[in-house]
């Protein structure tokens, strides 16, 4: 291994280090966090794509324009039943869940 290869810090390794390890509360209540700006940041990706705005996609869906915004920006938590109409009605898609154990 090169000097700077072992300088190298991994994603895991650095949550590790600055978060707790994987159980702890700071480590989960960061992993929620990501997951739900995840939700946001694949919503916003999805609508970018399809070309349509907040405010059309919020058309579509019977919903305000800041309400789509504030699930694209993490500032609201949207329900299963909410993401499903918003993928299907306004984006033309699909919600696959997947549950790890």
């Not at 989960?28 to 349509?52: M, S, W």
């Not at 907040?54 to 920006?73: C, D, F, H, P, R």
């Amino acid at each position: 291994m090169s000097k700077s290869e072992s300088n190298i810090t991994t994603l895991g390794q650095f949550k590790d280090k600055h978060f707790g390890k994987v159980g702890t509360v700071s480590r989960d209540e960061l992993e929620n966090g990501y997951t739900d700006f995840k939700i946001g940041a694949l919503l916003h990706e999805a609508r970018v794509q399809k070309g349509l705005t907040q405010e059309q996609l919020a058309e579509k869906v019977g919903t305000t324009k800041s309400y789509i915004s504030k699930i694209e920006n993490n500032i609201k938590e949207v329900r299963l039943s909410t993401l499903k109409k918003i993928v299907e009605l306004g984006l033309g898609g699909e919600v696959e869940l997947m549950i790890k154990l």
